[in-house]
């Protein structure tokens, strides 16, 4: 596959829903991007809008309401919503895979029919509940419990911590603890309905960045889980969880590309035009080596998220991969932006201009799906096969 590795020509589709995904960047995301920002307030329409056009279920097969796509066309679609407004992207990304790729890979035909195609289409939102107040990083120290009924039911108790999309959602994919004995093979995924008795939702939290996006804690109380509501195995959970999660990472990856890219382009506008000196700040050899930098950190983000990607739409393993494209990403997204920040003196650090909420969105990819250190961790254990 090493030939492969270096032909990036995409094709016609793949180029299709990138054109699709900029456009209502472009005329419906961006226009809203500062409001959003400013008032936190969730931009259904704009995902109704996106759901309609295919792009809330991207990879999922047109029998179950979605694109029929595959990953590359993701991460071509997702750098366009995400150099419009993160926010969005952060909705679009939970959406796609954290929600629907691990029931498409681990559901029931019923389940699939159940769940993907609402959510594929945008009329609903989705969710993915595995981070808990005491365990994030250490997600299996999870303290959520399913105790598992002599009907096959399971009764649900127990906490999780900022879910994407919670305070919206019609469906959640959540992770407890059946057998606490086990370990990591004692947590099972379990399908949940937000309008069901024994779930509850806390307040929204304010955040740095990604203000449009809704994230919130979820408790359950003696929430009663219907055995056709298991997702996978019992005691599979864990597997799947991080799973989803690889493939989530390459969607991260590519919102974080998307966010350097829009501050990259802003940039490249302004050193053109802002004189000091007797010329552009762009003649200084100081901000032309910044350039430098933001565009080498930019394509290594883009080449290893599509090699990432390209893994995946081979069906190989790509764990290690997908960690190296978002921990270079969001790194050079953190990097990029604050350059970006700097070169543009006072006007970067003024709300008249996008480049400061570039600078607080571009934070959130180096922290949520696994940190920075996570992915260090993951990616090191993979090479070494030492912990
Ligand atoms: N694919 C399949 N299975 C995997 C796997 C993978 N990528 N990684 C691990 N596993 C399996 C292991 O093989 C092991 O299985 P066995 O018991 O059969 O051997 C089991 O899972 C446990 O693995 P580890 O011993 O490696 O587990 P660990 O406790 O050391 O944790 C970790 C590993 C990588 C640190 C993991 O806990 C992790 O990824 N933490 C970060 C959590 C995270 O990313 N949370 C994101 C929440 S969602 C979110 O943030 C959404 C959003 O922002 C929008
Ligand atoms: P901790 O795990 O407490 O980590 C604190 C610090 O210690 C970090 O710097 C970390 O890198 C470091 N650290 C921890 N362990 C190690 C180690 N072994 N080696 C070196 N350093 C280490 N979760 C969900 O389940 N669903 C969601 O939809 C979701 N959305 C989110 C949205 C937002 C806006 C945010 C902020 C978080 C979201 N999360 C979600 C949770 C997110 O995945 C966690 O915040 C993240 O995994 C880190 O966990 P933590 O916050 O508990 O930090």
């Given at each position: 596959h090493r030939e492969a590795l270096v032909d990036f020509g995409f094709s016609e589709e793949q180029l299709m829903i990138q054109d699709v995904a900029r456009r209502i960047a472009r005329e419906k995301i961006a226009p809203s991007a500062e409001h959003h920002d400013r008032s936190g307030e969730f931009p259904l329409e704009n995902i109704r809008a996106l759901?309609?056009?295919?792009?809330?279920?991207?990879?999922?097969?047109?029998?179950?309401?979605?694109?029929?796509?595959?990953?590359?066309?993701?991460?071509?679609?997702?750098?366009?919503?995400?150099?419009?407004?993160?926010?969005?992207?952060?909705?679009v990304s939970v959406n796609n895979s954290l929600f629907c790729n691990g029931i498409l890979t681990f559901g029931t035909e019923a389940q699939k029919q159940k769940y993907v195609r609402a959510i594929a289409e945008g009329r609903e939102i989705g969710a993915f509940a595995l981070t808990e107040p005491q365990s994030g990083s250490d997600a299996t120290a999870m303290r959520c419990?399913?105790?598992?009924?002599?009907?096959?039911?399971?009764?649900?108790?127990?906490k999780k911590s900022w879910i994407t999309s919670g305070p919206v959602a019609k469906y959640i994919v959540l992770f407890a603890m059946t057998e606490?004995?086990?370990?990591?093979?004692?947590?099972?995924?379990?399908?949940?309905?937000?309008?069901?008795?024994?779930?509850?939702?806390?307040?929204?939290?304010?955040?740095?960045?990604?203000?449009?996006?809704?994230t919130?804690?979820?408790?359950?109380?003696?929430?009663?889980?219907?055995?056709?509501?298991?997702?996978?195995?019992?005691?599979?959970?864990?597997?799947?969880?991080?799973?989803?999660?690889?493939?989530?990472?390459?969607?991260?990856?590519s919102q974080a590309i998307g966010i350097?890219?829009?501050?990259?382009?802003?940039?490249?506008?302004?050193?053109?035009?802002?004189?000091?000196?007797?010329?552009?700040i762009g003649a200084f050899q100081m901000t032309q080596a910044k350039i430098a930098d933001m565009k080498c950190k930019l394509d290594a983000a883009m080449l290893l998220t599509l090699r990432?990607?390209?893994?995946?739409?081979?069906?190989?393993?790509?764990t290690t991969e997908a960690s190296v494209a978002k921990l270079t990403a969001s790194e050079a997204a953190m990097w990029i932006t604050h350059q970006a920040l700097q070169i543009h003196g006072g006007m970067g650090y003024s709300k008249e201009m996008?480049?400061?909420?570039?600078?607080?969105?571009?934070?959130?990819?180096?922290?949520?799906?696994g940190t920075s250190e996570i992915q260090r961790l993951v990616i090191a254990r993979n090479e070494t096969g030492l912990r």
């Amino acid at each position: 596959h090493r030939e492969a590795l270096v032909d990036f020509g995409f094709s016609e589709e793949q180029l299709m829903i990138q054109d699709v995904a900029r456009r209502i960047a472009r005329e419906k995301i961006a226009p809203s991007a500062e409001h959003h920002d400013r008032s936190g307030e969730f931009p259904l329409e704009n995902i109704r809008a996106l759901g309609e056009n295919g792009l809330m279920g991207i990879e999922v097969p047109v029998e179950y309401g979605g694109a029929g796509m595959d990953p590359i066309s993701y991460v071509l679609a997702m750098i366009e919503i995400a150099a419009a407004d993160a926010a969005h992207s952060t909705i679009v990304s939970v959406n796609n895979s954290l929600f629907c790729n691990g029931i498409l890979t681990f559901g029931t035909e019923a389940q699939k029919q159940k769940y993907v195609r609402a959510i594929a289409e945008g009329r609903e939102i989705g969710a993915f509940a595995l981070t808990e107040p005491q365990s994030g990083s250490d997600a299996t120290a999870m303290r959520c419990r399913a105790v598992k009924q002599a009907d096959g039911r399971f009764v649900v108790n127990g906490k999780k911590s900022w879910i994407t999309s919670g305070p919206v959602a019609k469906y959640i994919v959540l992770f407890a603890m059946t057998e606490p004995e086990k370990g990591a093979r004692g947590i099972t995924a379990f399908m949940i309905d937000t309008e069901r008795a024994g779930f509850h939702r806390g307040k929204t939290e304010p955040k740095l960045g990604i203000r449009a996006s809704a994230t919130c804690e979820i408790e359950f109380t003696d929430y009663v889980v219907e055995a056709d509501e298991v997702l996978g195995e019992e005691g599979q959970g864990f597997k799947i969880a991080m799973g989803v999660l690889d493939a989530g990472r390459i969607g991260i990856a590519s919102q974080a590309i998307g966010i350097a890219r829009a501050a990259y382009e802003a940039t490249l506008a302004y050193v053109k035009d802002r004189k000091a000196f007797g010329q552009p700040i762009g003649a200084f050899q100081m901000t032309q080596a910044k350039i430098a930098d933001m565009k080498c950190k930019l394509d290594a983000a883009m080449l290893l998220t599509l090699r990432a990607a390209w893994l995946k739409g081979q069906g190989q393993r790509f764990t290690t991969e997908a960690s190296v494209a978002k921990l270079t990403a969001s790194e050079a997204a953190m990097w990029i932006t604050h350059q970006a920040l700097q070169i543009h003196g006072g006007m970067g650090y003024s709300k008249e201009m996008p480049i400061e909420r570039y600078f607080r969105d571009a934070k959130i990819t180096e922290i949520y799906e696994g940190t920075s250190e996570i992915q260090r961790l993951v990616i090191a254990r993979n090479e070494t096969g030492l912990r």
